[in-house]
């Protein structure tokens, strides 16, 4: 089982429609269907994912660790080219890296009930103001 988070905490998972894997879309065998969702591995480059942009609903890139911050960048560059439907960090993420989860373009945060257990909602709301004490934003109204 798992836990999705969002700004207001730990949430029930509305995204009954399941994942498609990576490798069995790219195939083609899906080529006609639309509004699906997509599990993508962290290897996988956001512009090889823009192809399927008008058929995919909601998109679950994995983190296989909490040090590999590779899905945050696939995650910017595929809000940088124009997709705007739902995106997802899948796997081994902390509560302290929700903030920079959100700032980067991810919706919510999917994690296992064991990790919720250790990272209890309270410590991922601490990070859900994540608008807020952003260095990038005051530097550019500096400029």
Request: net charge negative; with cysteine.
């Amino acid at each position: 089982m798992s836990q999705l988070i969002t700004d207001t905490g730990f949430v029930a998972d509305d995204w009954t429609n399941g994942f498609r894997d990576w490798e069995g879309v790219t195939s083609s065998a899906f080529a006609s269907d639309a509004g699906y969702g997509l599990d993508v591995p962290n290897t996988v480059g956001a512009e090889q994912i823009k192809p399927y942009f008008n058929q995919v609903a909601i998109i679950r890139i994995d983190f296989p660790s909490s040090a590999d911050g590779r899905g945050f960048t696939i995650a910017r560059h595929l809000r940088l080219l124009g997709f705007g439907g739902r995106l997802r960090a899948h796997g081994h993420l902390l509560a302290d890296q929700y903030t920079m989860a959100r700032r980067c373009g991810f919706d919510e945060v999917e994690i296992s009930d064991d990790l919720a257990a250790r990272q209890p909602q309270e410590q991922w709301l601490f990070r859900a103001d994540w608008q807020s004490h952003d260095y990038q934003a005051r530097l550019r109204q500096r400029g």
